[in-house]
Each structure stands twice: as C-alpha cells, then as structure tokens.
Nanobody, 120 residues
Framework: QVQLVESGGGLVQPGGSLRLSCAAS????????MGWYLQAPGKQRELVAV???????NYADSVKGRFTISRDNAKNTVYLTMDSLKPEDTDVYYC??????????????WGQGTQVTVSS
C-alpha cells in the first residue's frame, strides 16, 4: 500500500534546531494532508502540525513561531523544521499522510516514529 519513512530525529541542546523528514512511497495517486503528531503510550494523539496539498498549514499553539512544516509534492515528502527547541518538545514524532491510492481508495498512513530529545 503506502509506506512512510521518517528521518532526522536525535539529541539536541535546548535552543537548537532539528529537521524531520518523512517520505511516502507505494501506490500513491495523490497525497491530501501530511503532518506530524505525538502519541505517548496511554495518551491521546496530539497534533504538532499539518499541511494541505495547497500548502496551507495548521500548528499546535505550543509550536507556533518555532516549528515550520513544508512539503515537496514531487518527492511526496513532508518536513518539520524545529527551531528554538525546548526540553518539553522531547517526544516521539509520528508522520502522517492522507493518501488517495492509484486505485482511488483512501489510505491513512503512519510512520514508525522518530525520537526527538532536547537536553543539555
């Protein structure tokens, strides 16, 4: 079907920056929404940022002004540029894509998660 592969997580000091990437592959006709979420064990899924096919975007209040979501439609890839990172940004970040497949069905794909740790 559709696979999402994330990269770019790691350890960074407070105030630093990271850039997450998520590439989609498989039976893709088009990708409608792409985004990044948090989901800690036992907790509800939490939006970080999403971007539509027209590049309009939405952010969680906690990351507005610090994180920027973007996408490259030719590469089926979404990026999350994270600046001014804080220890409370530490979490596993999951990529999401709302895909129309080549058979014109809808498929909701999730990545495996990438760890972001902000610590001195």
């Amino acid at each position: 079907q559709v696979q999402l592969v994330e990269s770019g997580g790691g350890l960074v000091q407070p105030g630093g920056s990271l850039r997450l990437s998520c590439a989609a592959s498989g039976s893709i006709f088009s990708i409608n929404v792409m985004g990044w979420y948090l989901q800690a064990p036992g907790k509800q899924r939490e939006l970080v940022a999403v971007i539509n096919s027209d590049s309009s975007s939405n952010y969680a209040d906690s990351v507005k002004g610090r994180f920027t979501i973007s996408r490259d439609n030719a590469k089926n890839t979404v990026y999350l540029t994270m600046d001014s990172l804080k220890p409370e940004d530490t979490d596993v970040y999951y990529c999401y894509a709302d895909v129309t497949t080549v058979s014109r069905t809808f498929y909701y794909a999730w990545g495996q998660g990438t760890q972001v740790t902000v610590s001195s």
